[in-house]
């Protein structure tokens, strides 16, 4: 039987572009690909900005100028969409989706923003889209939940989703630094961007959790629905609270279910206990902790970021989309559940790690802990440091309300004696 | 259009059938699980030994008395294995393939032993065999190996695939308790069997790191091709060191590419060092780390074993055949490729953790040393406790061949002043 052919097309050749371009030209991997795709996967062109840059790696005869010619050209079988944006980028998936082309994509900003319908037309045209690249990096967790995960009642999806975060607060807990000097240590390495706002904001971890979600329970993807607080109100001194006390600070994308029919998505800052898996979740490194009604708790970890780790997560899907066009079939993509609802932020209940700055002077913290339980928050431990103007007060409460300390801190502020509410940081993984 | 229907057949109701008789009884996961099969799973029989028993959760009119009548049974799509055992399971496995059923497992034992036959039957017979339950109870690994990975070089898989041995394991580091206690205590909390042969022996990691290696390398599924040591013979003294000295003892089972075209599989207990994803694996979890050329290093944690982990894992699988049932469609299994060797265990080279009672007078540590150096065994660090007749001498090694090492206790064993040599176990994750 001769070996049908799948012809590959890829928009874009930065990092993961080239690195996937490495992959599908290693000679030595052929045999290899053939048996995982059920065809030879032959790359047929690549289209880039400027093709008078020279690009070693990439033949010239597989240049070409116009992206619109790889989404539109009817004997490309794949379309890789690597060139990242929402505009020009949807289009030309558009196109190649009509056409019947599968397509395969990284772009998180894209999908957070237009993959209910993306993947409707998809459906529509008999054709994959994947897009194993855009959350975790090289980890598959995308495919897992489609297939493997298929079955079964996820009730929560928590990850650790943005390497540049993670990067940040676990040099900040290991070097024992403020927030603003590893952040500037991270640009000078290349970990941030020299506009750090997507990341350090929490953009990028929602896009991630929202298309997470998509996947464990079927809501759309609608970033709009999603509560995000990013990382940089955090200082040392809660960093080495968490130290102290057997936290770890990380900035978790969450979904899950709250309740018969709500879904609570949102990205924040959390104190974890350190004997949970995603404690120890390091520097680059991203992980997604999965807890299944059956399957009981799973993590999957790997590197997050990257060029080679992102192009293996592309390169499966290049190879499942071919296995696909072989055959004459498609993946059905998830379905939007619209019984499902957004369960209010408030409602949500939590313990709270809170700081304060007093005055210190009597009856100060008769008047703060007042407080905290005229809104039902009930306090499990206080320590202070510094003294007079200085001092420092450390709260952490028992299970409450999100809406009850909201309020508490609006109260808190009011009072003369608190000259500033510091940090609010939920914790993950205790009790009570 | 209407919803096509997929019969499901179970073989055996122990804990893992009862667990996936119930989640195909849910009715709240009816609608979820047609959209993850494409089709409405109906569970038409359940064959067990005695159909006098009391089975409160199973409705008698699905019980039949005998698992050939759902191996042969023409009308039903998907036969589920859980009966165990490997020559009764082998022919009703043999059955439903060669009748063109699907056939899921969790079959361990079975699958090292005829895996690879079995494989290629289910592939004449264009149907599917699944077997996602056989490794890391609910982890999905089986499935990312087969899908997400196949296009991707594999380097290394390595696991803690046996919940028994690293809860003991566990045990002894958190209780500092010698190994016949804590597996005393396993046995009478249900975790370890009255004959713990299979688990602390290694031989039942030793079937799924079998399997794992199939996937990953195209290994044929022979058991006698992989190199075994259990955990019997670890000492509390040698788990003391390893918390001292920055390790965790853990039983690995690791199958990993070495030179051009070999692979090495092997099952043994290693020191593991404390930043290694792996040695925060604890209790009665399970992992399995991967070392990808392009993804770099990937986690996957979960319940290695229980009910309703298990059961999550063969429901993936009865979705996924269901889903190819209903499209006439079946997955390519691994195939074996003919030109990997089995890579020689001498020669590997690791660094070794080695301890040995002496007798404690001047000038044994120079003929103790003198051995090691004869064999180019190059000593990192020794420790002594005791005294007079009872020293005990601990030594790390640089990273050595496993010739010279086995060597060096052959002759280390001859010397006068040795009473016993102790430990010899591989360190994992450090350098030089």
């Known amino acids: 039987m001769e070996t049908p052919v799948v012809r590959v097309g890829i928009i874009g050749a930065g990092t993961v572009g080239a690195a996937l371009i490495d992959l599908l030209s290693d000679t030595s991997r052929v045999d290899a690909l053939i048996d995982a795709a059920g065809s030879r996967l032959e790359l047929v062109a690549v289209a880039i900005r400027d093709t008078t840059r020279v690009r070693s790696h990439i033949p010239a005869h597989l240049l070409v100028d116009s992206a619109e010619k790889i989404a539109s050209d009817p004997t490309i079988d794949v379309v890789v969409e690597l060139m990242g944006g929402t505009s020009v980028a949807h289009e030309l998936i558009t196109t190649a989706l009509q056409r019947g082309a599968s397509v395969v994509t990284a772009n998180k900003a894209l999908l957070a923003l237009s993959g209910t319908a993306l993947s409707a037309l998809a459906r529509d045209n008999a054709t994959d889209l994947f897009y194993e690249g855009a959350v975790g990096g090289g980890i598959p967790i995308l495919r897992a939940l489609r297939t493997s995960l298929a079955g079964e009642r996820i009730n929560r999806v928590m990850g650790i989703v943005n390497g540049t975060t993670n990067f940040i607060l676990s040099k900040m807990t290991s070097e024992g630094s403020e927030y603003a000097s590893v952040l500037s240590e991270a640009q000078s390495?290349?970990?941030?961007?020299?506009?750090?706002t997507a990341d350090v904001e929490g953009f990028d971890a929602a896009a991630k959790v929202t298309i997470l979600s998509s996947l464990a329970f079927g809501t759309a993807l609608d970033g709009s629905a999603i509560y995000r607080e990013g990382i940089t109100k955090i200082r040392l001194a809660d960093v080495e609270f968490a130290t102290r006390n057997g936290y770890v600070i990380k900035l978790l994308g969450i979904s899950e279910r709250v309740g018969a029919s709500a879904i609570s998505q949102r990205?924040?800052?959390?104190?974890?206990?350190?004997?949970?898996?995603?404690?120890?979740?390091?520097?680059?490194?991203?992980?997604?902790?999965?807890e299944g009604a059956s399957s009981g708790p799973l993590m999957w970890l790997g590197q997050g970021a990257g060029g080679a780790p992102t192009a293996a997560a592309v390169l499966g899907d290049v190879v499942a989309a071919a296995r696909n066009k072989v055959t004459k079939r498609f993946d059905v993509p998830f379905s939007v559940d619209t019984t499902l609802g957004t369960f209010p932020m408030g409602e949500l209940q939590s313990a709270f790690y809170i700081t304060l700055n007093v005055i210190d002077r009597p009856g100060v913290l008769s008047a703060v802990t007042s407080v905290f339980g005229d809104h039902d928050v009930s306090i499990r431990s206080m320590e202070q440091s510094g003294f007079g103007d200085e001092a420092h007060l450390m709260f952490v409460t028992h299970i409450a309300f999100e809406s009850d300390v909201s309020a508490t801190l609006v109260d808190l502020a009011k009072?003369?004696?608190?000259?500033?509410?510091?940090?609010?940081?939920?914790?993950?993984?205790?009790?009570g």
Chains 1, 2 share one sequence.
């Open 189 to 196: 390495l290349g970990y941030a961007e020299s506009d750090p």
């Open 267 to 290: 990205v924040h800052p959390a104190m974890v206990a350190k004997g949970h898996p995603l404690a120890s979740v390091a520097g680059a490194f991203n992980a997604v902790f999965v």
């Open 415 to 431: 009072l003369e004696v608190v000259e500033e509410i510091g940090s609010c940081i939920r914790l993950i993984g205790v009790d």
